[in-house]
């Protein structure tokens, strides 16, 4: 069954999961992934600092989730939803996964490796591709990440 979707409305649990992030003092990035049937399976924001675990980006931590929820590291037909335009890292797990379609807010210009930086997702030695669609909810996305980083430099040590 194809069930119709809603980038916006899932893009905006993706940024309730960067505010828990933000909140907590980690860079604020947040991930849902949303299964066929358009129920979010698993959600994830970025942790590496208070867990400590470098692999604990939102997109790891939302795949673990909904990994564990249907009893498999395939997650087929499923969708990603993250507030940042993914990493090198995240890219390689998203495509392990085979996500159907990996949906982001704002661009990384600096290490995006789904459409900025390089395109892992469409390099043709993948046996699997990912659909994508970069720009949703971007303006919100990076409103967040520049407040933080804002107040980051704002309260850093001279």
């Known amino acids: 069954m194809d069930v119709p979707r809603n980038d916006h409305y899932y893009m905006h649990r993706a940024l309730d999961q960067a505010r828990l992030a933000y909140d907590a ?19 994830g924001f970025n942790a590496p600092v208070g867990t400590p675990d470098p692999t604990a980006h939102a997109e790891v931590q939302a795949l673990r989730a909904a990994a564990v929820h249907v009893g498999n590291y395939r997650l087929d037909g499923c969708t990603l939803y993250v507030t940042l335009e993914p990493c090198m890292m995240c890219s390689g797990a998203l495509i392990h996964a085979r996500l159907m379609r990996v949906v982001y807010g704002a661009a990384e210009p600096k290490t995006g490796m789904v459409e900025s930086k390089a395109n892992l997702f469409s390099q043709p030695w993948h046996n699997h591709q990912v659909r994508v669609e970069g720009g949703v909810l971007a303006a919100q996305s990076r409103r967040l990440l520049k407040q933080f980083f804002t107040e980051r430099r704002s309260t850093a040590p001279e």
């Open 25 to 43: 003092g980690e860079v604020p990035v947040g991930a849902v992934i949303v299964d066929a049937q358009g129920e979010i399976i698993g959600v």
